[in-house]
């Protein structure tokens, strides 16, 4: 079956520190990946996605490119501030691995210190 | 605008009552699902619908039922067979089954017993 398997946290950072997320992934079929980030009390919000090999989603100057060769999606940023403190999740979905629905890692909580 | 509204933020259950938890969407999307999120497990899928008047199962469906009687609701009942319904329950949408479509997240619900 499909599984995403992040760093545990919490991961704790000064500001303007560089940040990396590892995110391995295993799926039956040819995966769309996803990282979404979750602040107090809210839902999820995609962050990026990424819907092939070597495809590249950034936002907010967030990175993360598909790897399929070592099936990882790290997710990097050059310089945290303090408000990118939250859970972030990775996440795949394989319409070829059975159900419908993404399959998501555990979450990691990042601190950002300022 | 559009989004998704789940409702209400908090509940409670007594022992042995059924509850339900409501989920509205106008984005005009043809699946949504609904998850369990518990601390340090991540998220897990209950119950998804491709379109309407149909359902299938995720992951964890004992102890839930769904229904989708209209294409922007689709309401969860947590029944009294639900041992462990303490949770933070999220509602999402997408646009189709294609793979490289983002699911859509509300704000959750924070289901707690008496």
């Known amino acids: 079956g499909n599984s995403v398997t992040q760093m545990e946290g919490p991961v704790t950072l000064s500001e303007e520190a560089f940040l990396t997320i590892n995110c391995t992934y295993t799926?039956?079929?040819?995966?769309?990946l996803f990282w979404y980030v979750q602040y107090p009390g809210e839902g999820l919000q995609l962050l990026l996605k990424?819907?092939?090999?070597?495809d590249k989603g950034s936002n907010k100057g967030f990175e993360a490119t598909y790897r399929k060769e070592t099936t990882s999606f790290h997710l990097e940023k050059g310089s945290v501030q303090v408000s990118d403190s939250a859970v972030y999740f990775c996440?795949?979905?394989?319409?070829?691995?059975?159900?419908?629905?993404?399959?998501f890692g555990k979450g990691t909580h990042l601190i950002i210190q300022p | 605008d559009g989004g998704i509204t789940q409702s209400p933020k908090y509940l409670f259950r007594k022992e042995g009552q059924n509850v339900t938890l409501s989920c509205e969407q106008n984005?005009?999307?043809?699946?949504m699902y609904w998850y369990r999120q518990d601390p340090g497990q991540g998220l897990r899928l209950i119950y998804y619908?491709?379109?309407?008047?149909?359902?299938q199962k995720g992951d964890i469906a004992e102890g839930y039922s769904v229904s989708r009687e209209k294409k922007e609701s689709f309401p969860l009942t947590v029944t009294s067979a639900q041992k462990n319904p303490t949770a933070f329950y999220l509602c999402?949408?997408?646009?189709?089954?294609?793979?490289?479509?983002?699911?859509?997240f509300g704000d959750g619900t924070r289901l707690s017993i008496l």
């Open positions: 990424a819907t092939k090999a070597d």
């Open positions: 984005l005009n999307h043809d699946a």
């Open positions: 799926a039956t079929g040819y995966p769309s």
């Open positions: 619908s491709q379109i309407v008047n149909d359902f």
């Open positions: 999402a949408s997408s646009q189709d089954r294609a793979s490289n479509q983002p699911q859509h």
């Open positions: 996440a795949l979905r394989d319409r070829r691995g059975g159900a419908d629905g993404l399959t």
